[in-house]
């Protein structure tokens, strides 16, 4: 994502300053983040949708309490988080998460053993198939696994900010991360391997 | 030290990372040399998280971005003086 070449605080200024129009400009890069991570925690795209529209409109209303210390990306990340982390809560004080399993910190997860791995390019994911299996994959993990993962694997979020996004600590960040990224190696590596086709060219 | 691959598969996460202890990272990849088992979980989880890291695993419902600008849009001109 080119975020770099824009100069964002000068964005958020004049925003701030009147030219409330910007704003619309300014979350642009950030709309399908806010949107995978809101339908990673929720599971549901109505519910996704309705969140991420929550939380841009929270950023926009809180834009004057940013302090610029963070990156806006991070800090919006956060307001998300939040508000799906909230959500998640109404939503499923009637129904409890229980396909998920125990949610504790015990015990550890073995990976797939296989011998050898063909390396599945980028391309792959022009298959709807391979697409809907990782993605069906993340959304399975349980919730503790899964929101590390989001943060630190596809949000690209430091440890340290994961820890403080979560308000746990940073080695339970570790933990939990590993984990999850074993859960998904152990769950999507035989399928995927399987899917790959015999010859050795993907494309 | 040998270690044995059990134990090499506890730290496969923070080899990714590069957060590995040198000592450790460094019976870590003796047993990788000669460990094609724990070379493919290597190489499978690698692979797998930077697939699942892609854009496109997660897509934008159709009209999402029209409907997300149309409610800020509602919300600037609510707050208009």
Partial sequence: MATELRDEPRMIASILAGNAQLFHELIRPYERRVYAMALSFLRNEADAEDVTQEAFLKAFRNLPSFRGDAKFGTWLISIALNEARSRIRRRDAVKMESLDGPEDEEGHVSPAQLTDWKEIPSEALERKEIRHLLHKAVTALPLIYREVFQLRDIEQMSVNEAAAALGITISSVKVRLHRARMMLQKHLAPQLQQMAPKRRRWA | ?81
């Fill in chain 2, 1 to 81: 030290m040998i270690i044995e691959c059990k134990h090499v598969w506890e730290h496969i996460s923070d080899y990714l990372d590069q957060t590995l202890p040198p000592e450790v990272l460094e019976q870590v990849e003796k047993h990788l040399a000669h460990c094609e088992i724990c070379s493919a979980i290597l190489d499978s989880t690698r692979n797998i998280l930077i697939l699942t890291a892609d854009d496109r695993v997660f897509e934008l419902p159709l009209g999402f971005s029209q409907r997300l600008h149309a409610r800020i849009e509602e919300e600037i001109r609510g707050m208009a003086p």
